[in-house]
């Protein structure tokens, strides 16, 4: 057997940003070969199956990628993705009496929306205005490769501003720059059930409400799902991958798994390959790279593991180590139960929707924002307490049948609560996972709140804390949006560090493609797709007339531009 193989691009883990990476590359008709760790690719779109009829996600659940220019470019629906559309989410706008049913719950019962909510939140989505803008705003905030290192960034340069100014004229003001999530939602929303309700889920899918000048990329968060994120893919979220390795092997990437990289080769200052460790299950344990290597694991592992000293300034390396990844913070539960959850009396209006998301309690902010200091701020677990416990259900998994086949079972999948993320615990990395009997019966004990029958009703409970799903879920350095406080000059254009911003590094040829690079988030497919412009610019890749940029692409000055000609 050789002892070395030859491709155009090797990558270095197999998660969802390397195989998405593939699929592109693959497509533009260069070799690529990746390497991941684990027995299957797909990192955070993973399903288990906790025991027979049962298939859970224990990391990533929503599709936060319903903007994604992917879709399209990758025409993932040749490689079997299918959805499972929630259509309920769109009777919001269209169904009083849906409107009435589904509401904000608080300890007193069900808030309904009332006229201000519903004509505040179709201006924010753009239902209904002359000019739809939400596919837009959510393409500038997060498909969007940051501008060039060092160009000084005015108003007129921001994606987002662009796309308010253009298409949202009355959501636009000078002051929207410095606003919080809720100076937004003050000016555009009525009911503060409703302002909870949504500042809560805008916290748990990016940036906190309560952060200055952080309202449109935390109006983002929440807003994604509402293109398609409350609807499951079929099969879960390792279906997904599975329709982008299937892209990817169809256009004639290799996909190597068992094969952990021990070193990634520098020669001259170029990056020239890769070694596998002895473990790898693969015969040839040094695979050159023609073109590129991309490393699709984080910013640490990258430099200091795979890398290493030899070929790196100490001072670089220093402010590597200074970077935090410390874990993320949702503490997720699955609940398997003999029948439906039935609403209480103060609950009753909701009817038959047992199936739709709920945050409890929204009574008022204050609930949210003591949650978010007992997190950010106290690092200590958040209250236990019923009518305290801040908490968001997904729902049932009814829209996605594959989930649970058990017959007369309903599953509630994933419930989710945030905690301090585990390092950062005042009480020590594994304070809550010696917590979970104490976390798992809480939960239970607020949802009976709204739901009496559910204390006697199940059948079987997983759940897994921040510490238990490691860096997976990871979307931005520390974590997440909520994990760590961010500053100005980590937002976007600098991140992690300004000269790894636009996934360049110090080593010639060498890329980064993972969450810690660029503020994607759980938006999927937008660290490749941004990484693309960068590849095209150095020569790198030459895609055909199925690519398109980004709209708001700044080129380097005497680079290639990312466009098709």
């Not at 491709?7 to 497509?27: F, R, W």
């Not at 410390?326 to 539960?333: D, H, L, R, T």
Request: net charge negative; with cysteine.
């Amino acid at each position: 057997m050789n002892s070395e193989e030859t491709y155009d691009i090797v990558i270095v883990g197999g998660g969802h940003n390397g195989i998405t990476a593939a699929a592109y590359l693959a497509k533009c008709g260069l070799s690529v070969c990746v390497l991941e760790e684990r027995p299957e690719a797909g990192g955070a779109q993973e399903n288990t199956e906790p025991m027979a009829g049962v298939r859970i996600d224990p990391a990533a659940t929503y599709l936060y990628a319903a903007a994604a220019p992917g879709f399209e470019q990758l025409e993932l629906w040749k490689y079997g993705f299918r959805m499972s559309w929630a259509s309920r989410i769109g009777r919001i706008f269209h169904e009083p009496d849906t409107v009435r049913r589904i509401g904000s719950a608080t300890t007193d019962g069900v808030v309904p929306l009332d006229e201000k909510d519903l004509t505040g939140w179709a201006t924010l989505m753009g239902v209904g205005t002359q000019h739809p803008f939400l596919k837009e705003l959510l393409r500038a905030v997060y498909w969007c490769p940051p501008h060039p290192v060092g160009m000084e960034q005015t108003e007129d340069d921001i994606p987002w501003v662009q796309v308010l100014k253009q298409k949202a004229p009355e959501i636009w003001s000078e002051s929207l720059r410095e606003m919080t999530l809720f100076d937004l939602y003050d000016e555009f929303l009525g009911s503060e059930a409703f302002k909870v309700y949504q500042a809560t889920v805008a916290w748990y899918s990016g940036a906190a409400p309560h952060w200055q000048g952080m309202a449109i990329p935390s109006l983002a968060g929440a807003a994604s799902l509402m293109l398609g994120g409350v609807s499951p893919p079929r099969g879960g979220m390792h279906q997904y991958a599975h329709a982008i390795l299937r892209c990817a092997i169809a256009h004639g990437a290799q996909i190597r798994t068992c094969c952990p990289v021990e070193e990634i080769i520098v020669r001259n200052g170029r990056a020239a390959g890769v070694r596998l460790a002895d473990t790898a299950a693969w015969g040839e344990k040094t695979i050159w790279a023609d073109k590129a290597v991309l490393s699709a694991v984080d910013v640490k592992s990258t430099f200091l593991d795979l890398i290493g000293p030899r070929h790196m300034d100490v001072s670089f390396l220093q402010r590597v180590k200074d970077i935090s990844l410390k874990g993320g913070s949702i503490y997720v539960a699955h609940i398997l139960l003999r029948e439906p959850p039935r609403y209480g009396p103060k609950f009753a209006v909701r009817g038959e929707e047992p199936a739709s998301q709920m945050v409890y309690p929204c009574d008022h902010r204050r609930i949210l924002l003591e949650h978010i200091a007992d997190v950010d701020s106290r690092k200590v677990t958040p209250s236990l307490e019923p009518g305290k416990m801040l908490w968001l259900s997904t729902g049932s998994k009814l829209d996605e049948p594959t989930s649970c086949t058990i017959p007369g079972a309903f599953l509630e999948s994933p419930f989710y609560f945030m905690v301090p993320a585990p390092e950062y615990h005042v009480d020590g990395p594994e304070a809550v996972n010696k917590m979970k009997p104490e976390i798992d019966a809480a939960i239970i004990r607020s949802w009976s709140e709204v739901a009496p029958n559910v204390a006697d009703n199940v059948t079987a409970y997983w759940s897994n804390s921040p510490y238990d799903s490691e860096l997976r879920n990871t979307g931005l350095i520390g974590g997440n949006w909520y994990a760590t406080r961010l500053c100005p000059d980590q937002w976007w254009g600098t991140r992690p560090l300004p000269e790894l911003a636009r996934y360049r590094t110090p080593i010639d040829r060498l890329y980064l493609c993972h969450q810690t690079s660029h503020p994607g988030g759980l938006c999927l497919m937008a660290v490749p797709y941004n990484l693309m412009h960068i590849l095209i610019e150095d020569g790198i890749a030459e895609p055909g007339d199925w690519w398109y940029p980004s709209p708001w692409y700044i080129p380097e000055e005497e680079k290639k531009e990312a466009v098709y000609r």
